[in-house]
Nanobody
């Protein structure tokens, strides 16, 4: 059984910062890519940032230069540092990890953490 547990969401003013964390636990032999997605009300879930096991990253254009993704492979944890937050960053943020189960990598998701940017 594999679990992803997120933390760090909350309410912040525009221009502020938050740091999200997501730890994977359970029977984990290998994690490929890890990432953060978000879903705002009435919108589809979208990729925010992704990082491979080797450290390569990619970001949504809307967050480039403001958000930074990082991971600690020893702790099976991925982080998302969010700076210069804007109203439009308000969403539920979901952690995702590609975890080896048997002979294939499967997608696992966290329960989501709310980020609200409001004055």
């Amino acid at each position: 059984q594999v679990q992803l547990v997120e933390s760090g969401g909350g309410l912040v003013q525009p221009g502020g910062s938050l740091r999200l964390s997501c730890g994977a636990s359970g029977s984990i032999f290998s994690i490929n890519a890890m990432g953060w997605y978000r879903q705002a009300p009435g919108k589809q879930r979208e990729l925010v940032a992704r990082i491979t096991s080797g450290g390569s990253t990619n970001y949504a254009d809307s967050v480039k230069g403001r958000f930074t993704i990082a991971r600690d492979n020893a702790k099976n944890t991925v982080y998302l540092q969010m700076n210069s937050l804007k109203f439009e960053d308000t969403a539920v943020y979901y952690c995702n990890a590609e975890i080896l189960y048997g002979l294939r990598y499967n997608d696992y998701w966290g329960q989501g953490t709310q980020v609200t940017v409001s004055s």
